[in-house]
């Protein structure tokens, strides 16, 4: 992936790791347009960042995921870069849920809403002399936190699809990477006050720094994630799963 001269779209791009990259990756010489679902974030973002730009989107809402598609191909052509960010995490009881609210949210949101949002725009980007999906996973995709249990379902749903799409585009010009994220500060379950969350503007230097790679690696990890990224690998699986969720029983 070069990293400047792109037109980008970033979803989720208002908070947390989403601005992160949206603003890092402004800085880097790109069109960058950040969509989500709360407009007065995404102001507030494009406000701190001149010439950044926002598009609204809500990834729960199905019917409006193809038309949405549609209209940003046609307001920004050169398009060429789709980062699929956006994600909500909620803990859930399983003995006590009344209804599945929260578990069709959180799938429709981080599972539903790339594949469906990918599936939208991958006429366009294919029409662009190089291209590149970027799908956000987690370091939980591979070691689940289990009081988030439908969050890192679809995590590793996630890494499943993105390996499946890069194998069935590997004959075209679209480039698909996933990025791993481990425990960073943001506002996902309290992250932001967490003294033991990875500072975000420490992440974002190392991923900007990963990218940078040439060819870039079709998984982004941080030193902070490969624990768990490599946990099966390297046989460490069932400690580490214990380690991360004791105490929380």
Request: proline share 5%; net charge positive; glycine share 8%.
């Amino acid at each position: 992936m070069k990293l400047s001269g792109n037109t980008i779209l970033i979803t989720g791009g208002g908070s947390g790791i989403g601005r992160g990259l949206a603003e890092a990756l402004h800085r880097a010489g790109n069109q960058v347009v950040i969509a989500g679902r709360r407009q007065k974030v995404l102001e507030q973002t494009v406000a701190a960042n001149p010439g950044m730009q926002f598009a609204l989107l809500d990834l729960q809402i199905a019917g409006d995921i193809e038309r949405y598609g549609k209209e940003i191909s046609l307001r920004f052509p050169s398009l060429n870069v789709l980062i699929n960010n956006a994600g909500i995490m909620r803990a859930e009881k399983v003995e006590e849920q009344n209804g599945l609210a929260d578990a069709e949210a959180i799938i429709a949101t981080n599972l539903l809403g790339p594949i469906r949002l990918t599936a939208a725009l991958l006429p366009h980007l294919r029409k662009q002399a190089a291209a590149t999906i970027m799908n956000v996973s987690s370091g939980l995709a591979f070691v689940p936190l289990m009081i988030t249990p439908t969050y890192c379902a679809t995590k590793a749903a996630i890494h499943s699809y993105t390996q499946s799409l890069r194998f069935q585009l590997k004959k075209t010009k679209i480039e698909v990477l996933e990025l791993i994220p481990p425990y960073v500060a943001t506002d996902l379950m309290g992250g932001k006050s967490d003294p033991r969350a990875m500072p975000l503007d420490k992440y974002i230097a190392e991923v900007m720094d990963i990218l940078k790679m040439q060819p870039t690696p079709a998984e982004i990890c941080v030193d902070n994630v490969k624990r768990l990224r490599l946990a099966a690998e390297c046989g460490n699986y069932e400690s580490i799963l214990q380690g991360l969720n004791s105490g929380l029983g």
